[in-house]
């Protein structure tokens, strides 16, 4: 059996973590089937398997393998056929690209998002949040928390994935591959927590609808917060 050790919030269904969203992205890109298992941020016993206490974990028959950049390389040597990263240099390519994307649109959509992801987190949750985000961030939430700022500076993050997605059909080219589900789990981030801080029929938002509009044919509808 494949499970998916995931994050949710007070609500099961609600599916918000970025790197979660990536691995279930790959799974329908290899047409593995999975059962998921929603788990809430200090609901950790589930992942010991794993030797370490964060989501994404996959667990496939025997094998366990955490963090999601490692699932897609895992995933590649396992089941070749399909490729997310390709050979060779390729898995070491898809570090730089999370390297970038984690400055240049984790750091903003952090911004915006972080109020409505403490909107959707279970009660249990709340202190350990807000703990371990303001001693990663060195800030109180509030002070870092700025919809605003965070929407600017995504726009610019963006204007070089618009400017690619004008000529491509995905970032991968003709089909969509590894690149793809880097990126777009973090917009499923900003979906499944009921916002769109890109702009509406822009090229990025055209490819975000495509892998959404796929994944529900697949999957049904996502469930977003209100
Ligand atoms: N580099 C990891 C990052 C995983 C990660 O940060 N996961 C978050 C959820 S979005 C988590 O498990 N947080 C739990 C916690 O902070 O205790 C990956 O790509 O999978």
Redesign the pocket.
């Known amino acids: 059996m494949r499970e998916l050790y995931e994050?949710c919030g007070s609500d099961p269904q609600l599916l918000f973590?970025?790197?979660?969203w990536?691995v279930r992205l790959a799974l329908q890109h290899k047409g593995l089937d999975f059962e998921s298992r929603p788990l809430i941020?200090?609901d950790?016993a589930p992942l010991a398997c794993s030797g370490q206490?964060?989501?994404?974990v996959l667990r496939d028959g025997e094998q366990v393998v955490?963090?999601?950049?490692?699932?897609f390389a895992y995933l590649d040597r396992t089941y070749p056929a399909n490729p997310l990263l390709g050979d060779g240099v390729a898995a070491t390519r898809a570090r730089l690209l999370?390297k970038v994307l984690f400055q240049s649109v984790r750091m903003p959509l952090l911004k915006i998002l972080l109020p409505r992801v403490q909107g959707v987190i279970a009660a249990a949750d709340q202190a350990?949040f807000r703990s371990?985000r303001e001693k990663a961030l060195g800030m109180s939430l509030e002070a870092f928390a700025d919809p605003q700022a965070g929407e600017e500076a995504l726009r610019k993050a963006l204007q070089p994935l618009e400017a690619w997605l004008a000529e491509s059909t995905y970032l991968d080219g003709e089909s969509s591959a590894g690149s793809d589900y880097l990126v777009a789990g973090l917009l499923f981030w900003a979906w499944c927590l009921g916002t769109q801080p890109w702009a509406d029929d822009s090229a990025v938002d055209r490819w975000f609808r495509r892998l959404l509009a796929r994944y529900e044919a697949q999957y049904g509808p996502v469930q977003r917060a209100l």
Do not use: G, N, Q, W
């Open positions: 994050l973590s970025p790197y979660c990536r941020f200090t950790k206490t964060l989501v994404p955490h963090d999601s950049v490692a699932i999370e350990y371990s």
